[in-house]
C-alpha cells in the first residue's frame, strides 16, 4: 500500500509537469496502476486487525475517505487552480501524497510483527468458520476463485457500483456547469456536498452492517443487505435527479445517491473480508476491483458519448440507473449465503465443483 500511494503521487505530480496530451494520459496510466492496491489492501487490514463481528464500521471508516477526498478537493482545488494554475495543483497533490506515504510505511505493522497476547490473537480470529491458513495464496488456488459464484457476483455487482460512484464523481462538475448552468466557482463547493453525505454513508453502513450480524445476519447477508438496499436506492434517486426541473431537488437527489453509494461501496470490501480464506482476502477483493475499474472505466466515457449525443445528462443519468438495479440483482441472486472454504480451493479435476457454491 505504501509503494502504490507512493507511485500515485508522482503520477499525481507529473500530472502537473506535462508537456502533451498523450504525456498526460502516460501520467493517468501510472495513476491508475498506483491507486490499484489501495482499496484490496486496506480490506485485507481489517481482515487482519478486526474480528469477522467487528469488520463492518472500521471498512466504512477507511472506504469513507474515497468520499471525504472528493468533499475537500471541489473546494480547496478550485481555489489552488485559480490562485496558482492546474499544473500547482496537480503537483501539491502529488508532494502531500508522498508524505502520507511515507509515513504510512513507517507506522504500519503486519500482526506477525507485533507481540499479541493468546487472548488478543485468538480474539482476531473467534467466531471464524475455519482457522485463517498460514500459507500465502498459490496461483491454483488464486485461479480456481473464478469458479465460484461468489467471485462473479462480485465482479458483476462491484462493476454497478463504481460505475455510479465514477458517473458523479467524473462528471457531477460538469453536470452542474452545463445541465444546471452554475458558475466554475459555485460549483466548486456545491459538488462537495454529495460527497460529503458519501462519508457518512459509508460510515453508517459500517455501522448498520454490524448490528446485523450481532443480531443475527450471516456475516454475508449483513453485508449483501446494505449493498442492495444502497444501490435500490442509488437507482431511484439518480432518476429523480434526471428528471426534476428544480437545481435544490437535484442536488438533494444526487446527495442521496451519493450516500447510498458510499455505504454499497464500503460493504462491498466489508464483504469480500468474509466471502473467502483470509489468504485469499486480498486476491478476491483484487478481482472485484477489476470489475468495479470495469465500471470506472466506462462511466466517465459512456456518460461523455451519450451527452455530446444527445445534448443533456438525463440520458445518462438513466442509463446509470439501470445499471444500479441490474448489480442489486446480480448481489442478491448470484451470491450464496457461505463463504469459500480453504479446502475447495485445492487443485482438483475440472469435474470436481463444489457443492452449491460453483458457477
Not at 462538475?173 to 462519508?199: D, K, N, W
Not at 457518512?200 to 443487505?225: C, E, H, Q, Y
Not at 442509488?234 to 426541473?245: C, L, R
Amino acid at each position: 500500500m505504501g509503494l502504490g500511494l507512493f507511485v500515485w503521487s508522482l503520477a499525481q505530480a507529473a500530472a502537473g509537469l506535462v508537456g502533451s496530451f498523450w504525456q498526460f494520459v502516460i501520467a493517468r496510466v501510472f495513476l491508475g496502476a498506483g491507486e490499484a492496491p489501495m482499496f484490496s489492501g486496506a480490506a485485507r487490514v481489517v481482515r487482519d486487525w478486526w474480528n469477522v463481528r467487528d469488520r463492518g464500521l472500521p471498512t466504512g471508516i477507511w472506504n469513507c475517505a474515497s468520499s471525504l477526498g472528493p468533499t475537500i478537493a471541489p473546494p480547496l482545488l478550485t481555489v489552488l487552480m485559480i490562485s496558482f494554475g492546474w499544473r500547482w495543483m496537480f503537483v501539491s497533490m502529488g508532494l502531500l501524497g508522498i508524505v502520507v506515504a511515507i509515513v504510512w510505511y513507517a507506522v504500519y505493522r503486519e500482526v506477525e510483527e507485533v507481540a499479541l497476547s493468546p487472548g488478543e490473537a485468538h480474539h482476531l480470529t473467534e467466531g471464524e468458520e475455519e482457522p485463517p491458513p498460514a500459507q500465502h495464496v498459490t496461483l491454483a488456488e488464486w485461479g480456481h476463485l473464478f469458479r465460484f459464484r461468489v467471485t462473479w457476483g462480485l465482479i458483476l455487482g462491484f462493476f454497478g457500483i463504481v460505475y455510479m460512484v465514477w458517473l458523479f464523481q467524473a462528471w457531477l462538475p460538469g453536470y452542474l456547469e452545463i445541465q444546471r448552468h452554475m458558475s466554475i466557482r459555485t460549483t466548486g463547493f456545491v459538488a462537495a456536498i454529495p460527497y460529503a453525505c458519501g462519508v457518512v454513508g459509508s460510515i453508517g453502513a459500517g455501522w448498520v452492517t454490524d448490528r446485523l450480524m450481532a443480531g443475527g445476519f450471516s456475516p454475508i447477508n449483513s453485508r449483501k443487505l446494505p449493498i442492495i438496499v444502497g444501490l435500490v436506492a442509488m437507482a431511484v434517486f439518480t432518476f429523480v435527479a434526471a428528471e426534476t426541473p428544480s437545481n435544490v431537488v437535484a442536488v438533494m437527489a444526487i446527495s442521496a445517491a451519493v450516500f447510498f453509494a458510499g455505504g454499497a461501496s464500503g460493504m462491498s470490501w466489508a464483504l469480500a473480508s468474509v466471502a473467502a480464506p483470509a489468504h485469499c482476502t486480498a486476491s478476491l477483493g483484487s478481482i472485484q476491483n477489476f470489475g468495479g475499474y470495469l465500471g470506472g472505466a466506462l462511466a466517465p466515457t459512456v456518460t461523455g458519448f451519450i451527452v455530446q449525443a444527445t445534448g443533456t445528462f438525463v440520458p445518462a443519468l438513466l442509463v446509470g440507473a439501470i445499471i444500479a438495479l441490474a448489480s442489486a440483482l446480480a448481489y442478491l441472486v448470484v451470491i450464496p449465503n457461505r463463504p469459500i472454504r480453504s479446502a475447495e480451493l485445492g487443485v482438483a479435476a475440472p469435474s470436481a465443483r463444489p457443492s452449491g457454491a460453483s458457477v
